[in-house]
Structure formats: C-alpha cells, structure tokens
T-cell receptor, first 121, second 111 residues
C-alpha cells in the first residue's frame, strides 16, 4: 500500500496520560499536514511541515501538543496530559512534490490517511 | 462566522437522482476549491479539484465555482447507494496549504 499510513488506528487513554501518533506519508511527498476532526465537523488544520521544517501551527495546537518530522519522512504528533476534549480523529495528509510545473495545484491535492481515533476517558 | 459554511444535512435522495451540494465562503483569497468524500470511520478522499472560477466535470461529478458569489457546488448525476457518504468542501489560498474544510454534508442514496 503506497498511501498515507497512520498508527495506531485507535487509542484509548486515561485523562492525564501522554499519547503519540505516527504518520507515514506518501514517500515522494514533501508536505505533511495534521488535522483534527470531531463528530459532525470537517477536519481542522493543526500544523504542517515542508520536509523537516514545521512552517505553520494553528492556535488549536496548544502547548500540550507537539509535532515532529525529524528526517522529513514520517511524522509524530504527541499530546501531553490528555484531556477529554482531546478526544477526536487525528488525520494526517501529504501533498505534492517539488519539480512539478503544477506545484501549486499538486499541493492542494491532499491524500489523507485513515486517521487515529483518540478516546480520552 | 465560519470561513466556510456547509449545510450538514442529512440529505436523502432516491437512487438515480441528481444531487446538489453547496458551500459558501467568506475569504476572497481562496483560489483552490476541492470536494472530498468521507465514508464512516475513514479518512477523506479527494473527489474534485478546481482552480479559480469555472466548471469541471469528471464522470458523474461536476464541480462549479462562482468566485463572484463566493459559492461552490458539487453535482452528482445518476446517484448510487455507494455514493452515500459525507461530502466535504475545502478550499485554500495561493500557497495551497492550510486547507479550510466545511462541516460536511451527509448524503444518503436510497436503493
């Protein structure tokens, strides 16, 4: 499978615990995005990376959240001291590749993973 | 006011019907407009992508963008039960990142 892969698919954790999710993007994609989606809502942007550089973070990403993409390949999203309000689907997406004459267009064609569903009890 | 407004539905139609899904937006900087389909407990899947105003057709799907009215539409012809899903509109500015999504419209196509 050459799509975006996310692990784990489901995570149940007790309030106050730390959790870490992993995303493996499509290998030739240089941009990687994290979104959060709650029931009945569309995905909300959290952060994005171009290669290993984290270029933008949403105000939704409190100081309990941290994301890394150390080698410009896979990425991790960590939530410290989880709260019940953190319960959501966390989606990863990747886009584009440099060198295309349609770079601008390619970077809008995001391919999403299946998501990690977090439940904080 | 949200940047992107989308009626959450649900929308229920008989098989074979033409479905019309719509979104409005407030940010005139949006230039790229997308429609995603999301099945239950799955990630969104890109259906249609349009740059600026105009129409785009792909099989049974037609996307329309009217930037002057800040209004986008997705039409599904000859709808099938397998089209039952949540349809998300999405849009982004010139950089192409930080895509903003609508809340999604749940569509049910009855056999």
């Amino acid at each position: 499978d050459t799509g975006v892969s996310q692990n784990p698919r489901h995570k149940i954790t007790k309030r106050g615990q730390n959790v870490t999710f992993r995303c493996d993007p499509i290998s030739e994609h240089n941009r990687l995005y994290w979104y959060r989606q709650t029931l009945g809502q569309g995905p909300e942007f959290l952060t994005y990376f171009q290669n290993e550089a984290q270029l933008e973070k949403s105000r939704l990403l409190s100081d309990r959240f941290s994301a890394e993409r150390p080698k410009g390949s896979f990425s991790t999203l960590e939530i410290q001291r989880t709260e019940q309000g953190d319960s959501a689907m966390y989606l990863c997406a990747s886009t584009g590749s440099l060198g295309s004459r349609r770079v601008g267009a390619r970077h809008t064609e995001a391919f999403f993973g299946q998501g990690t569903r977090l439940t904080v009890v | 006011q949200k940047e992107v407004e989308q009626d959450p539905g649900p929308l229920s139609v008989p098989e074979g019907a033409i479905v019309s899904l719509n979104c409005t937006y407030s940010n005139s900087a949006f230039q790229y407009f997308m429609w995603y389909r999301q099945y239950s407990r799955k990630g969104p899947e890109l259906l249609m992508y349009t740059y600026s105003s105009g129409n785009k057709e792909d099989g049974r799907f037609t996307a329309q963008v009217d930037k002057s009215s800040k209004y986008i539409s997705l039409f599904i012809r000859d709808s099938q039960p397998s089209d039952s899903a949540t349809y998300l509109c999405a849009m982004s500015g010139a950089g192409g990142f930080k895509t903003i999504f609508g809340a999604g419209t749940r569509l049910f196509v009855k056999a």
